[in-house]
């Protein structure tokens, strides 16, 4: 099947710095990718779409200009978590949808734990 | 409104035995999928099974099924035959929209444990 990478696994950084995540897929191109939030025992929590060339579409509630979403090819999307603090501290994954109708792969994840 | 609804935080299955994960949702789409994942302790989101909403069958993988109810909006997740290693979060997913503005949203999910 499609794999879909995500880097770094974990970070831990002080506060007010900025964390990029990268969202790769790698065997194959994807128009549309999705980022996640999850807080431990939670569900996932759709932060926003990103679209391949144009700008992300973020949900309702998640700060554009603090979780700035870049998709500059087919196969890369990155989230930067830019002055990260404590409350940013969570689990971040990707997806990425496939050709068909049932295709969603996900990355693996990144934990970031903000200090 | 919650468009994924999983009313089941918890379960508990013993071994061998079969289990059902609840799951209803909310779209006017006329076209939507349903997705059922599997997340271990580990993180990583594990594909289970797949239902189109214009699929006349239910869908089945292996040991899971899907059991769907398109008029009352739902897509029960059926686990026949229990093994110790499906102990883990479940969670339900749709897919909406059309191509260059879905969505995947997600349930809240349902803990399962396995007892031996």
């Known amino acids: 099947g499609a794999v879909v990478s995500q880097h770094p696994s974990w970070v831990i950084c002080k506060s007010g710095t900025s964390v990029k995540i990268e969202c790769r897929s790698l065997d194959f191109q994807a128009t549309t990718m999705f980022w996640y939030r999850q807080f431990p025992k939670q569900s996932l929590m759709l932060m926003a779409t990103?679209?391949?060339?144009?700008?992300?579409?973020?949900e309702q509630g998640v700060e554009k200009d603090k979780f700035l979403i870049n998709h500059a090819s087919l196969t890369l999307s990155t989230l930067t978590v830019t002055s990260a603090h404590p409350e940013d501290s969570s689990f971040y994954i990707c997806?990425?949808?496939?050709?068909?109708?049932?295709?969603?792969?996900f990355g693996p994840g990144t934990r970031l734990t903000v200090l | 409104a919650q468009k994924i609804t999983q009313t089941q935080p918890g379960m508990f299955v013993q071994e061998k035995e079969a289990v059902t994960l609840d799951c209803t949702y909310d779209?006017?789409?006329?076209?939507?999928?349903l997705f059922w994942y599997k997340q271990p302790s580990s993180g990583e989101m594990i594909f289970l099974i797949y239902?189109?909403?214009?699929?006349?069958q239910n869908a089945t993988e292996g040991r899971y099924s899907l059991n769907f109810q398109k008029a009352r909006k739902s897509a029960n997740l059926v686990i026949s035959a229990s093994q110790l290693g499906d102990s883990a979060m479940y969670f339900c997913?749709?897919?909406?929209?059309?191509?260059?503005?879905?969505?995947?949203?997600f349930g809240t999910g349902t803990k399962l444990q396995v007892i031996p």
């Open positions: 997913a749709m897919r909406e929209g059309i191509e260059g503005y879905q969505k995947v949203t």
């Open positions: 779209t006017s789409d006329p076209s939507y999928g």
């Open positions: 239902q189109g909403s214009y699929d006349q």
């Open positions: 990103s679209n391949e060339g144009s700008k992300a579409t973020y």
């Open positions: 997806s990425a949808l496939g050709l068909f109708l049932d295709e969603q792969f």
